[in-house]
């Protein structure tokens, strides 16, 4: 096992050896942020990741899903045999759970956090694993169909050459979202986090991305912009501020409709609304 940190990051705990898919080019690998404390659904007796939401039979008895196996499935049905996980101090119930991955077909590796200001700096912790690779990322706590979304995102990827697809769903709250702008032919244009008074109905809550966006993050967590975390920051920065950065910058950012729906179950409402939906 290795491990390597430093002060902001904890150890890397790197699972079973990690197998690459069986294609050419750069690997296909997925990544996961679960350093979040699940503030706003506090006190929880489990990671807010592993909460129940809906059933699948095993052997003829229903077994509880947890939310984030609804990401990591549809991670490997777009072809990911690799995912990184990377978690917060303490919230060792995921790698307890989730173990090597074998049980869903994938090889999962964790890497630690003691703090994260934000879904970027944690994005960015799995750099030096990721950065050659084409990655499909997703937010553990929301759950969404279609079940190959990741894989619609993939296709639209290899078939355009992006360098990021986002994923986007319909919202009927869009001041809890980050909404995109897009032509329409799919280039994104603006994206708005948590934006008050927009017309936008269209939030994005997955995407894949290649290694010019791994890139773009890096050097972004680097500069003096965000470097900033030895305090309180002024807005807690989101992976939507990144995305917007590279659109600034030039980088070829498109979306993808997709004809589903995602909740957010790191909201009180959200939480409510999936375990009635899997009732």
């Known amino acids: 096992m290795a491990t390597g940190g430093d002060a902001l990051n904890g150890p890397a705990f790197v699972g079973p050896a990690l197998v690459g898919p069986a294609f050419l080019g750069p690997a296909f690998v997925g990544l996961v942020p679960a350093a979040g404390r699940a503030r706003r659904i506090a006190p929880l007796p489990l990671s807010k990741e592993l909460y129940p939401v809906g059933f699948r039979e095993v052997q003829g008895s229903p077994r509880p899903v947890p939310a984030c196996e609804h990401l990591l499935g549809a991670m490997a049905a777009a072809g990911a045999t690799t995912v990184y996980v990377v978690l917060a101090d303490g919230k060792w119930d995921i790698p307890a759970y989730l173990g090597d991955g074998s049980e869903l077909g994938l090889d999962i590796a964790y890497l630690t956090m003691r703090h994260s200001p934000g ?19 997703g ?16 296709a639209r990827r290899d078939a355009g050459g992006a360098d990021i697809v986002l994923g986007l769903f319909p919202t009927d709250r869009p001041e809890a979202a980050d909404l995109v702008d897009a032509d329409a032919r799919g280039r994104v244009r603006r994206v708005l986090v948590k934006p008050t008074g927009s017309p936008l109905r269209l939030a994005w809550a997955l995407a894949v991305w290649g290694p010019a966006f791994s890139e773009h993050l890096h050097a972004w967590i680097g500069s003096d912009k965000a470097a900033a975390t030895s305090g309180p920051l ?12 590279a659109v600034d910058s030039g980088l ?14 790191g909201t009180p409402e959200g939480l409510r609304a999936a375990v009635r939906a899997s009732m």
Not at 120 to 137: E, G, I, Y
Not at 234 to 245: A, D, K, T
Request: charged content about 25%; overall charge negative.
């Open 139 to 154: 937010f553990p706590d929301i759950v969404f169909t279609p079940a190959d979304a990741l894989l619609r995102l993939r």
């Open 252 to 265: 070829r950012v498109e979306a993808e409709v997709l004809d589903g729906t995602f909740t957010d179950i």
């Open 119 to 137: 879904v970027p700096f944690t994005v960015d912790r799995a750099h030096a694993h990721v950065r050659d690779s084409t990655v499909a990322f």
């Open 234 to 245: 002024p807005v807690e920065l989101q992976l939507g501020h990144v995305v917007q950065s």
